[in-house]
């Protein structure tokens, strides 16, 4: 193995422990650190015949290296299979050319529904916003099943699971954060009946505990100043995804990302969090119940 034998090949180790570009870098310097005789940046550096000083900054996250950079790297380092699809994964996700600057807006093809996915999965911090629903990735299994039932089988099964595997994600993975922002009516809109809403809103009050989730609310009873119809989803500060009913819009352009970085600041603003949410929430809950009785 070129660089010597690695110490350890990180059995055991969950490579979605830290994404984004903080992330990316660390892993990779902590390979290269744990190679036996050490790497040293130099050698790397020549190795992809570029500057020490890229090096330095990739491993400080002040420079993002092409996908293919990284794979070479992590070949070099001695890292596992795995590993190496999962940090090539985070550099494509993470690459800027990876999204235009003009506004994608596709129906929901299978290379552009992983492309967000990984999108997703390489972001230190998520910003969501939904008025409609409740969000994707705190969905309970009945209530995505509800959401999808006009969907053939196949296609639904494969939905639910996604939500399903993006909840995991804030479970298995406390260095990321999620800042998730619901309205008061998203949650009255009795989707799949009483029972599933109280489990629903049960599972919200659950989630809103994690250390790495801040769920808000925005309640009935909050005089709003501005509208914000749609939902959307903030990744890092690289790229914001829109959703619509039949197609799905993604957009890198420093523009877009201003004006919903914005949005979601003035949203923030407006929401309640920790107990407070959580009281709207459980009312809400008591209430389903008693519809599920009656």
């Known amino acids: 193995m070129t660089g010597g034998r690695l110490r350890s090949q990180m059995a055991g180790t969950s490579t979605s422990a830290s994404a984004g ?70 550099a494509e996700a993470l690459k800027p050319g990876r999204v235009d600057s003009r506004l994608i807006f596709q129906r929901g093809t299978n290379h552009f529904q992983e492309r967000i996915r990984r999108m997703e999965e390489a972001a230190a911090r998520v910003r969501s916003y939904q008025p409609g629903m409740v969000i994707g990735s705190l969905q309970t299994e009945a209530y995505a099943r509800a959401v999808f039932g006009h969907h053939s089988p196949d296609e639904a099964a494969a939905s639910v699971a996604s939500r399903l595997a993006r909840y995991r994600m ?34 919200l009050v659950t989630a809103s505990q994690l250390p790495n989730v801040r769920l808000g ?68 809950a008591t209430r389903y119940r008693q519809l599920a009785k009656a």
Request: glycine share 10%; no cysteine.
């Open 21 to 90: 570009l903080e992330g990316l870098a660390a892993r990779l310097r902590a390979l290269r650190e744990d190679t036996e005789p050490r790497i040293s940046q130099a050698a790397a550096a020549r190795h992809l015949g570029v500057s020490q000083g890229k090096i330095s900054r990739a491993e400080t996250g002040r420079f993002l290296l092409d996908p293919e950079q990284v794979d070479a790297l992590a070949r070099l380092y001695g890292a596992g299979e795995d590993e190496r699809g999962q940090l090539v994964s985070w």
């Open 170 to 203: 804030m479970l298995d993975d406390p260095n990321r954060s999620w800042t998730l922002i619901q309205t008061e009516g998203a949650l009255s809109w009795n989707l799949g009946g009483p029972a599933v809403m109280a489990g629903q809103l049960d599972h």
């Open 217 to 284: 609310l925005i309640t009935l009873a909050t005089p709003m100043a501005f509208a914000a119809p749609h939902g959307f989803h903030i990744y890092d500060q690289q790229a914001v995804q829109i959703g619509t009913k039949t197609a799905t819009a993604l957009t890198s352009d420093p523009r877009d990302l201003g004006v919903y970085d914005l949005l979601f600041q003035r949203l923030e603003g407006a929401a309640v969090f920790g107990d407070e949410a959580r009281t709207v929430i459980a009312r809400l």
